[in-house]
């Protein structure tokens, strides 16, 4: 007879008596259960024999509830503990009086199987931090990656009928007709980009690219106080400026006090006065992390941190070619292709955007104009291919043949948009001693 050791086991009996009692249940009961789901032996093997007719007669499901048939297959699949342990599929079958427990009980098995796996993961990290060579760091990577993988294997596969999503789509038009901005939109603060694309989207990978000096942080910061201005919470790694460096930049744009008297300390006692009567600028949810040399791991783990805690609604990373990884890659490329592919993935599983900086190649400065192409992304073309929305900035004045109307005048291309038009130039207004952008004033 079957030996039922534990309460988890009994449930694993229950469940796969309930598919043998309702067989019309087989397509979704095997598009989730899985072998490892089953601690019993002998009920792993009846799981597999079940599969096995399933797969071999899909449009005859009804032969999951033949006693004697299912019993041949096992017999055929070799299983011969099961055999020899006189399994009687009779009170398996009976062992529920009814399938309408199938998904309870499914849902139990999948609970107990990731609980035993994190045991066991725990366990690992465990005898890790017993190894005087393992760094804290080292763990802590291991430890979310297989969390990570863990996890991503019981993902559900996401397919949903079409009919179920177009409500949703008139309720999101209604919501900006009505003049809401809902949840999964940010909006740059920047009108004629956002009357261009209609503002980020939940899951967009965003890169916003450009020549050093151009004034990527500048612009990043500029739409990061937009968007928390708005209300929304935002998160911002930066990797390359210090916190006291981003802490003045915003300051200056904010105020317009010139930037370089933060250095300088030539701040007269009226901007003074206004700095210490706009303190309260601190409460605007803006959340800055200033990492050294952080690995992917690093940031993926600090953004899901910021939003499980401050439910940020956008994150922006400056900038891309900083970010270091914990393995060796065949070339810089295979390197950039990893990140752009983990930040990707990152956007969509916290269900925000990210917007990322990026630096272009030196083929820009080789044209008289300055424009830059996507051809121009550093490193690798999985960047083009990756993002979601590509953003190029330049500003002809940094150039020494630049006309004078194109003083304090930055371009700014959708030079990609998987959502919409691209191929347009948004004219902006860089203030250079307050590095700060404002729509363009037309003269």
Known sequence: MLSIKTEMQNIELQLLGALMLDTQKADWFFGKAKEEYFTNSPLR???????????????NPSLLSSLP??????????????????????????SVATSATMEYHLGLVIESYLKNQMLNLALEIRNLSLEPITSPQEIKNHWEAMMDKLFLSEKESGFEAIGDILPRVLEQIEKIRAGEVPDWLVHSGFADLDNLIGGFHQGDFILLAGRPSMGKTSLALNIA?????????????????????????????????????????????????NLRENLDLAKLPI??????NPEISELKSAARELKAIQKISFLIIDYLQLIRVDRNFESKQVMVAYISAQLKGLAKELKIPILVCSQLSRKVEEREDREPELSDLRES??????????????RPEFYAKSKPEEKSLAKFKIAKNRNGIANKIIELTFLAEYTKFENHRKE
């Open 69 to 94: 048939f299912v019993y041949q297959v096992i017999q055929h699949l070799g299983f011969e503990d099961v055999v020899q342990s006189r399994v009687d599929l009779a009170d398996i079958m009976q």
């Open 381 to 394: 073309g999985a960047l083009e291919q990756d993002a979601d929305l590509v953003l190029m900035l330049w």
């Open 225 to 273: 106080t937009n968007v928390a201005c708005s209300g929304k919470p935002v998160g911002f790694v930066t990797i390359e400026s210090s916190d006291l460096s981003l802490a003045e930049r915003f300051l200056s744009g904010f105020l317009k006090i010139d930037n370089t008297k933060f250095s300088t300390g030539r701040i007269s006692k009226e901007e003074l006065d």
């Open 287 to 292: 959340f800055v992390d200033y990492p050294i």
């Open 45 to 59: 093997k009846i799981f597999l024999s079940l599969k096995h007719i399933y797969e071999s007669n899909p449009q």
